[in-house]
């Protein structure tokens, strides 16, 4: 037997000094924990040692002589009593929630479950085998890494591009990247990948998550494995199968690649919840540690309260459950160097007594973090639980993604009636949603599209979702999708039908481009990827979610290209504050105007008797160019024809025509065709 050492407890997870590793795991009704060390394959158990404690419900010992590469679990002994909130079962392996990595990927089994799977008694009864076998192992790592100068980009947020990104399904199905490497860290930072998100003109790529993800008996009798990785079972360590090489040094050298390329690395983080479930789920680590400290139980402590619906949440507010979330967001922004977080149902971290609350101690905490204030700090500003809904709400350092966008956008294009007021406010920055708390259009991340729902190209191509290959009879995933065919569902080789859909395409694009805010584009939907009326591909692990990169509409990828640019041209359209509608000082123009097909501005009742609109930005000396930009759009199947204002004027953008055509001058009159937009540009301020 090993003979542990008392070290510290304060460190928690398995630190290595040199000489040996440090562990430490909190459990405040634990009664017993074991250390459990493993052979290099982890196949075979070598040492168990009785760690010391608690000393303030930590448990902790050192062990000398042995470092990184080390792979450990640990069995935690309690009280079984759900009708309590225990569910000690220390015949269940279980993974430290501060590891830095796991020697597998998750695999279901339901030896995992503290319950006999088939006993009538169902959690209430107790089961007595052991998971080892099929449990991943936590293994110590050595954090030396050499970053080479490593400079974070800090791109400004007016001057932020994100690109949402799936690790494993962007290149699994890459030409140019080696079949061994193919949906790993490794091949994301690819010359191929890295060169075809700078031509494209992306700051920033926002990784859905990253984290080790467990999956459901469901999926695993069908087949299916979680795909998106919204179910995370430790939130210090990447998911074992986006490492091509075993090594957290791999994700590092992603980080440090992304920023030589200028490009910041945001993750997508799940804190609201775990992959184990409700009391039928499996026992993988916090359950087994100490369920009632971190999860939000039920007043029959048996039951999980669900602010998510993915079956539990976590308990924010016990101290110890903040400090891990905390600890984690600062291990991967410190030692991980990543730029920024996406919360996922971020109203969940901010509830205290089940309550949202925008001074919820968790935003206190975050901002007492020298290295967590710098970062960017975006929220989903929703989940499901009473007042869940609670856009506009988060605080001044934080950015939301706007589903007022996205519902308003989608909805103008597909034609639908009295929303031009909408669609101006939602074009400006949604000044109504943020402005109240003194915040700019910069709190809000703009997107058509995102991981969840149809993608760009299947949402003018299904009215209905297809959901049938994750097994739910088509029940899962948004029923309203605010999309349109176009005449036929799915894909089609109707001329007709194809050049009103890449129209439309190009004009939800250029709409979010041409939006004051935060853009966010999808992976893919810059050359046109389907998933085939799939809005909820969360389980396809396989072609329906991989990104086809031998399926590229070139022309459109140009054409998103181009828009990039004309955005980083015209510091108008990235304003870092809300327009007024003022005339700007020194000239008889207003910073922006709204703009009837006939020249007139709009007043009043105009908002409601017409659905085709100008809008006139004045370029405010900062640009290479004077005078004025003027974006006209014709929601309406027929044309239109605008007065332009005085002054000479050409067109830089139109959704009409290939984007490889030159810009040409246009008249005092011009006929915006059905369904289009048009960006130009005006030699003196209207």
């Given at each position: 037997?090993?003979?542990?050492?008392?070290?510290?407890?304060?460190?928690?997870?398995?630190?290595?000094?040199?000489?040996?590793?440090?562990?430490?795991?909190?459990?405040?009704?634990?009664?017993?924990?074991?250390?459990?060390?493993?052979?290099?394959?982890?196949?075979?158990?070598?040492?168990?040692?009785?760690?010391?404690?608690?000393?303030?419900?930590?448990?902790?010992?050192?062990?000398?002589?042995?470092?990184?590469?080390?792979?450990?679990?640990?069995?935690?002994?309690?009280?079984?009593?759900?009708?309590?909130?225990?569910?000690?079962?220390?015949?269940?392996?279980?993974?430290?929630?501060?590891?830095?990595?796991?020697?597998?990927?998750?695999?279901?089994?339901?030896?995992?479950?503290?319950?006999?799977?088939?006993?009538?008694?169902?959690?209430?009864?107790?089961?007595?085998?052991?998971?080892?076998?099929?449990?991943?192992?936590?293994?110590?790592?050595?954090?030396?890494?050499?970053?080479?100068?490593?400079?974070?980009?800090?791109?400004?947020a007016n001057q932020t591009t994100i690109y949402e990104l799936h690790v494993?399904?962007?290149?699994?199905?890459?030409?140019?990247?080696?079949?061994?490497?193919?949906?790993?860290?490794?091949?994301?930072?690819?010359?191929?990948?890295?060169?075809?998100?700078?031509?494209?003109?992306?700051?920033?790529?926002?990784?859905?998550?990253?984290?080790?993800?467990?999956?459901?008996?469901?999926?695993?009798?069908?087949?299916?494995?979680?795909?998106?990785?919204?179910?995370?079972?430790?939130?210090?360590?990447?998911?074992?199968?986006?490492?091509?090489?075993?090594?957290?040094?791999?994700?590092?050298?992603?980080?440090?690649?992304?920023?030589?390329?200028?490009?910041?690395?945001?993750?997508?983080?799940?804190?609201?919840?775990?992959?184990?479930?409700?009391?039928?789920?499996?026992?993988?680590?916090?359950?087994?540690?100490?369920?009632?400290?971190?999860?939000?139980?039920?007043?029959?402590?048996?039951?999980?309260?669900?602010?998510?619906?993915?079956?539990?949440?976590?308990?924010?507010?016990?101290?110890?459950?903040?400090?891990?979330?905390?600890?984690?967001?600062?291990?991967?922004?410190?030692?991980?160097?990543?730029?920024?977080?996406?919360?996922?149902?971020?109203?969940?971290?901010?509830r205290e007594g089940h309550h949202f609350s925008p001074y919820a101690l968790?935003?206190?905490?975050?901002?007492?973090?020298?290295?967590?204030?710098?970062?960017?700090?975006?929220?989903?500003?929703?989940?499901?639980?009473?007042?869940?809904?609670?856009?506009?709400?988060?605080?001044?350092?934080?950015?939301?993604?706007?589903?007022?966008?996205?519902?308003?956008?989608?909805?103008?294009?597909?034609?639908?009636?009295?929303?031009?007021?909408?669609?101006?406010?939602?074009?400006?920055?949604?000044?109504?949603?943020?402005?109240?708390?003194?915040?700019?259009?910069?709190?809000?991340?703009?997107?058509?599209?995102?991981?969840?729902?149809?993608?760009?190209?299947?949402?003018?191509?299904?009215?209905?979702?297809?959901?049938?290959?994750?097994?739910?009879?088509?029940?899962?995933?948004?029923?309203?999708?605010?999309?349109?065919?176009?005449?036929?569902?799915?894909?089609?080789?109707?001329?007709?039908?194809?050049?009103?859909?890449?129209?439309?395409?190009?004009?939800?694009?250029?709409?979010?481009?041409?939006?004051?805010?935060?853009?966010?584009?999808?992976?893919?939907?810059?050359?046109?990827?389907?998933?085939m009326g799939n809005n909820n591909a969360y389980c396809q692990d396989n072609?329906?979610?991989?990104?086809?990169?031998?399926?590229?509409?070139?022309?459109?990828?140009?054409?998103?290209?181009?828009?990039?640019?004309?955005?980083?041209?015209?510091?108008?359209?990235?304003?870092?504050?809300?327009?007024?509608?003022?005339?700007?000082?020194?000239?008889?123009?207003?910073?922006?105007?709204?703009?009837?097909?006939?020249?007139?501005?709009?007043?009043?009742?105009?908002?409601?008797?017409?659905?085709?609109?100008?809008?006139?930005?004045?370029?405010?000396?900062?640009?290479?160019?004077?005078?004025?930009?003027?974006?006209?759009?014709?929601?309406?199947?027929?044309?239109?024809?605008?007065?332009?204002?005085?002054?000479?004027?050409?067109?830089?953008?139109?959704?009409?025509?290939?984007?490889?055509?030159?810009?040409?001058?246009?008249?005092?009159?011009?006929?915006?065709?059905?369904?289009?937009?048009?960006?130009?540009?005006?030699?003196?301020?209207?």
């Amino acid at each position: 037997m090993m003979e542990p050492k008392t070290d510290h407890p304060f460190a928690l997870g398995a630190h290595f000094n040199g000489r040996g590793v440090n562990f430490a795991l909190f459990s405040a009704h634990a009664e017993k924990v074991e250390l459990c060390l493993f052979d290099e394959r982890g196949e075979r158990e070598t040492h168990r040692i009785t760690m010391p404690g608690p000393m303030n419900d930590i448990w902790h010992c050192y062990v000398p002589q042995v470092g990184p590469g080390l792979l450990y679990g640990y069995r935690v002994y309690g009280p079984y009593d759900p009708l309590a909130g225990h569910r000690f079962n220390p015949h269940k392996l279980l993974i430290d929630p501060y590891t830095r990595a796991l020697d597998r990927p998750f695999e279901w089994s339901d030896l995992h479950c503290g319950y006999s799977v088939g006993d009538s008694r169902g959690d209430l009864s107790f089961d007595t085998r052991d998971n080892a076998e099929f449990m991943p192992k936590c293994r110590v790592v050595d954090p030396a890494f050499d970053w080479k100068g490593d400079i974070p980009p800090q791109t400004a947020a007016n001057q932020t591009t994100i690109y949402e990104l799936h690790v494993r399904g962007y290149t699994m199905r890459h030409p140019a990247i080696a079949q061994p490497l193919r949906g790993s860290c490794a091949a994301l930072v690819s010359p191929e990948v890295i060169n075809h998100l700078r031509v494209l003109g992306i700051s920033a790529v926002e990784l859905l998550p990253v984290h080790p993800t467990g999956t459901s008996r469901a999926l695993w009798q069908n087949g299916l494995r979680d795909f998106w990785g919204y179910n995370s079972i430790a939130f210090f360590a990447p998911e074992p199968r986006i490492l091509a090489s075993g090594s957290v040094s791999e994700f590092k050298a992603m980080v440090r690649a992304f920023h030589e390329a200028g490009i910041e690395v945001i993750l997508d983080v799940v804190f609201n919840h775990t992959g184990e479930g409700d009391e039928l789920g499996p026992t993988l680590s916090f359950r087994g540690i100490d369920n009632a400290s971190y999860y939000c139980l039920a007043e029959d402590k048996r039951r999980y309260v669900d602010f998510t619906g993915c079956k539990n949440t976590l308990n924010v507010e016990h101290p110890r459950v903040l400090k891990m979330i905390l600890d984690a967001l600062h291990y991967w922004a410190a030692e991980m160097r990543v730029d920024g977080f996406r919360f996922d149902l971020a109203v969940s971290l901010a509830r205290e007594g089940h309550h949202f609350s925008p001074y919820a101690l968790f935003f206190a905490a975050l901002r007492q973090d020298p290295i967590l204030a710098r970062v960017k700090l975006i929220a989903e500003p929703w989940d499901l639980g009473p007042d869940g809904y609670q856009l506009g709400s988060f605080p001044a350092d934080w950015s939301e993604w706007n589903d007022k966008f996205r519902d308003t956008m989608r909805r103008f294009w597909r034609g639908d009636a009295g929303l031009l007021g909408d669609f101006s406010t939602r074009l400006a920055g949604s000044s109504d949603v943020y402005a109240p708390s003194g915040r700019g259009p910069t709190a809000s991340v703009n997107y058509i599209t995102a991981h969840d729902g149809f993608t760009l190209r299947d949402l003018v191509s299904y009215a209905v979702k297809h959901n049938e290959a994750n097994c739910e009879d088509n029940r899962d995933g948004a029923e309203e999708n605010f999309s349109a065919n176009y005449g036929v569902e799915g894909e089609s080789n109707d001329s007709a039908i194809r050049v009103i859909r890449l129209r439309q395409r190009r004009n939800l694009i250029a709409t979010l481009l041409f939006s004051e805010g935060i853009p966010m584009l999808t992976a893919g939907d810059e050359f046109g990827r389907t998933q085939m009326g799939n809005n909820n591909a969360y389980c396809q692990d396989n072609e329906t979610s991989w990104v086809d990169w031998d399926a590229i509409d070139h022309n459109f990828m140009e054409f998103v290209r181009r828009l990039l640019q004309l955005r980083l041209r015209f510091s108008v359209l990235r304003r870092p504050r809300f327009f007024s509608g003022d005339q700007i000082s020194g000239t008889s123009s207003k910073d922006i105007a709204w703009l009837l097909p006939d020249g007139r501005e709009l007043f009043g009742s105009d908002w409601h008797g017409t659905s085709c609109l100008g809008v006139s930005y004045a370029l405010d000396g900062s640009e290479t160019e004077d005078g004025a930009l003027l974006l006209l759009v014709n929601p309406l199947s027929s044309a239109t024809e605008f007065s332009l204002p005085p002054g000479s004027w050409r067109c830089l953008l139109d959704t009409v025509h290939d984007v490889t055509c030159e810009e040409y001058v246009v008249g005092r009159i011009f006929t915006l065709e059905g369904h289009s937009l048009t960006l130009l540009l005006g030699s003196r301020i209207v």
